[in-house]
């Protein structure tokens, strides 16, 4: 093979890699898979309409290259709302949405931030808290009314400040 031609082969090759590496990230990320039983911008408004929830700028799917699928963002509570009723109903409703992605989504006070690990602790997961996910279509998702974390999950061992 000469030169010229294994260059020529080794530019092609290379493009074809590194087109595979571009994948999305946020809201445009639709493409990386199907949607769960029901559809991500469904659970997005049923999370914004909560009680307590004052926004939910930056709740998105997102699936990067090199990187678990998840649901991520924050959500930023109401003065007075119990910021970890708002987390439970938000990640039991997200639960609901595509198969095995990770929920990295953060309730914001102006004091703490809390997540998935604010309820169910090391070593608790979504499954064992909110169950199995739905596989068929849905039109929305149940909202699971708050439940308080079991006796032995510290909540602020695994709250963090905000910055």
């Known amino acids: 093979m ?5 260059l020529a082969l080794t530019a092609c090759a290379s493009v074809v890699l590194l087109s ?3 994948r999305g990230v946020g809201e445009d ?7 769960g ?8 408004d049923q999370i914004a309409d909560l009680p307590g929830v004052a926004s939910t700028d930056g709740l998105v799917f997102q699936h990067p290259f090199g990187y678990s699928a998840a649901y991520a963002g ?4 109401e003065d007075g709302a119990d910021p970890l009723c708002v987390l439970d109903e938000a990640l039991s409703i997200l639960h609901q949405g595509r198969a095995d992605v990770d929920l990295l989504v953060s309730v914001v006070t102006p004091e703490m931030t809390y997540d998935l690990l604010s309820l169910v602790g090391r070593d608790g997961s979504a499954e064992e808290r909110y169950g199995p996910q739905p596989t068929e279509p849905r039109d929305s998702a149940t909202v699971r009314p708050c439940t308080p974390p079991d006796a032995g999950t ?10």
């Not at 000469?2 to 294994?6: E, G, I, K, Q």
């Open 37 to 44: 039983a029901v559809p991500d911008a469904v659970l997005f």
């Open 74 to 77: 924050d959500i930023t509570v």
């Open 20 to 22: 595979g590496c571009v």
């Open 154 to 163: 510290s909540a602020a061992a695994s709250a963090t400040p905000t910055p």
């Open 29 to 35: 990320a639709s493409d990386t898979g199907t949607e």
């Open 2 to 6: 000469t030169h010229r031609r294994l």
